[in-house]
């Protein structure tokens, strides 16, 4: 009698074993890809989020510099000594240029508005609210005019405004913005007095110095 065996030859067996030993090798070697390729976008995106904090900083670091230069420490002495006399001065529209520069380079480089906040939002609020009647004066130039200051400034209130809860306007007061430009203004004040040798003292005015100039 014919004895007919059920299993199959060996040749096909070793080929059907090498078939799924490749399979499984495929498998783990497209898994380890996967792994190796979502690391790869992390790292990436990791060091380009580095970069992108770098570049904020190294922006703010610049415009920190700028404003704080003795050329724009002079300038902002003379625009702060105009506007308590509410006269318009060249000055004036050097520091507002500023904060235009400002609002362009955040929106430029996308710097994080909060760190614009911290750095500028005090100045920036009070020369915009103190200097109305200057851009009033402006209001035929073209729309172009300031209007990234003007973007800065509707951020810097909006972030105001959300940080007190909306229980405090952000507009500055007549007080602290009088304050502030007295302080401003007192650098020029000082290099008049070693300029100048006088016994009458300077006497000052809501929103105005009768002896600045």
Same mark, same amino acid.
């Given at each position: ?14 080929? *059907?074993?090498?078939?799924? %030993? ?12 996967? %792994? ?29 510099? @700028? ?8 300038? /902002? ?72 200051? /003007?973007?800065?400034?509707?951020? *810097?209130?909006?972030? @105001?405004?959300? /940080? ?19 302080? @401003?203004? !007192? !650098? ?22 009768? /002896?600045?100039?």
């Amino acid at each position: 009698m014919t004895n007919f065996s059920t299993s199959e030859p060996p040749r096909a067996v070793d080929r *059907l074993t090498r078939v799924r %030993v490749l399979a499984i090798a495929a498998m783990l070697t497209s898994a380890v890809a996967a %792994v190796l390729s979502a690391w790869a976008v992390r790292e990436v995106e990791r060091r380009a989020g580095s970069r992108g904090v770098d570049t904020h900083l190294q922006v703010l670091g610049q415009l920190e510099a @700028e404003w704080n230069s003795d050329e724009m420490l002079d300038r /902002r002495a003379q625009a702060a000594a105009a506007l308590l006399k509410q006269r318009p001065d060249r000055a004036v529209e050097a520091v507002l240029l500023f904060f235009d520069e400002v609002g362009y380079l955040a929106e430029r480089y996308g710097v994080d508005r909060e760190l614009v906040w911290y750095r500028f939002h005090t100045p920036a609020l009070v020369y915009w609210a103190a200097s109305e009647f200057v851009r009033k004066s402006e209001s035929g130039r073209s729309e172009r005019y300031l209007a990234h200051g /003007r973007k800065l400034v509707d951020s *810097l209130r909006s972030i @105001e405004r959300a /940080r007190s809860g909306g229980a405090e306007s952000p507009e500055p007061t007549r007080r602290e913005i009088e304050d502030f430009l007295l302080e @401003e203004a !007192r !650098r020029l004040s000082c290099q008049e007095e070693e300029g100048e040798s006088s016994d009458e003292p300077a006497q000052m005015t809501p929103l105005g110095w009768k /002896r600045l100039l």
